[in-house]
């Protein structure tokens, strides 16, 4: 059976639960509830549930090590699985993307983002897939207090729409490929109900 480790970025605990930078977790949490699963196992630094969808055995992972130091919890999973980073999806949160709006991606720079660049330290490399949650940048002030911030009710709608049009990426991708999803989903808007 094929082994894919898809793991969500954030920070761990409640202060952090809501926030824009916790896209990632709230994306396998999304998962957890709709799947029926608990990820709740402690392992790699990092909290653990196994989803076995069509024939593929999903690891979604939880890096419980803070943002800046995912690539500790990712690396010691990819070991323990015997896994290449091809068969890596990271979930992440990106200003670059306006919020509504979700992406795939195959391989490249981290942009700033810090958990990536942590990834791509621990791994030497950055051909790993990225599934890229579109948080908008703010108009003024801080990234970092802004990423830090809370969704507000209406962003969180928006946010609940993007959430299940990524998990149709995913499933896509998995099925079919990731330039097949890429090429049906890359270019859709989740803003409007």
């Not at 916790?22 to 196994?50: D, H, P, V």
């Not at 896509?172 to 097949?180: F, I, Q």
């Amino acid at each position: 059976m094929k082994t894919v480790i898809v793991a969500g970025l954030g920070n761990p605990g409640p202060k952090y639960q809501w926030t824009r930078h916790n896209a990632g977790f709230l994306f396998l949490e999304r998962i957890a509830r709709l799947e029926g699963l608990s990820i709740t196992r402690k392992q790699f630094g990092g909290l653990t549930a196994e989803w076995e969808r069509n024939g593929t055995r999903l690891i979604l992972l939880k890096p419980q090590t803070f943002m800046n130091l995912s690539g500790r919890s990712i690396m010691p999973a990819l070991q323990f699985y015997k896994a290449a980073p091809e068969q890596l999806i990271v979930v992440h949160d990106e200003i670059d993307l306006p919020l509504g709006v979700a992406r795939l991606k195959q391989g490249g720079g981290h942009g700033g983002q810090n958990g990536l660049r942590s990834i791509m330290e621990q791994l030497g490399r950055g051909d790993f897939t990225r599934l890229r949650l579109g948080i908008g940048r703010p108009l003024h002030g801080d990234v970092t207090n802004y990423v830090l911030g809370t969704f507000t009710p209406p962003e969180m709608d928006i946010f609940a729409r993007v959430l299940d049009g990524a998990l149709e990426m995913l499933e896509t991708a998995l099925d079919e490929g990731v330039p097949k999803a890429m090429s049906l989903y890359n270019n859709k808007n989740y803003l409007e109900g």
